[in-house]
């Protein structure tokens, strides 16, 4: 049960994998500089995970019946992994909050410039850089030491994994997954939903729905999109 000053706001965070156990190390360290947060704890749909504790904070119950009990509280997607990609926009999509339901949580050790804007539900680690008129959109995940050059664009559901380096004027589709450390020449577009590999370097445009690797990277194979994300990529 929560103690927290009433000036503090609640907040839940849906998932309890390594994401979500390094969204809430941010949170303490941004409660650490200036207390915002009253970390409820974590939702997760495992019924194995019930009551664990990660980073201070114990898995509480499930997505659905949690955001049901603490109808006050802020919420933060924090799922997704190279393997499945898609299990933050299906949640957000399955719950149908308000966008100011949604927590953005930025590390306190990220650098975001003053022109630069960010979206709801989305999480900056720490390290990561956004410099003049970017723009992140919607529960994006940008992961530790990120670096986001001018006029860069970020589509909803984005996930920017370790170490990824953006040159200026890139555009990246919804869904879209950079794995740690890929490399994105300027003014290229990754298509929505693609999947860039782990220590890519991109030096053309990626279409829409498919998989990338290598140096340079090529093109591996189209990505199998679930139904509902298939339909609504059509659409």
Known sequence: MSTASPELTPLLIAGAGGFARETAAAVHSINAVSPQWDLIGFLDDDPA???????????????DDGIARHPDARVV?????????????????????????????????????????????????????????CRIGNHVAVMPLVSLTHDDEIGDFATLASGVRLGGGVRVGPGT????????????????WSLVGMGAVVTRSIPP????????????????????????EHS
């Open 177 to 192: 997954y950079l794995g740690a450390g890929a490399l994105v020449r300027e003014e290229l577009t990754v298509g929505s």
């Open 77 to 133: 997607v924090c799922t997704g992994r190279p393997e499945n990609y898609f299990s933050r926009p299906q949640i957000v999509r399955r719950l149908g909050l308000a966008p100011e339901s949604y927590a953005t949580i930025i590390h306190p050790a990220a650098s975001i410039a003053a022109t630069a804007a960010i979206g709801h539900g989305t999480v900056v680690l720490a390290g990561a850089v956004a410099t003049a008129q």
């Open 209 to 232: 729905a498919e998989i990338w690797a290598g140096v340079p990277a090529r093109r591996r194979r189209a990505v199998e999109l679930p139904p509902q994300l298939a339909a609504a």
């Open 49 to 63: 995970l019930l009551g664990r504790e990660f980073e201070g904070a114990s898995v509480v119950g499930t997505i």
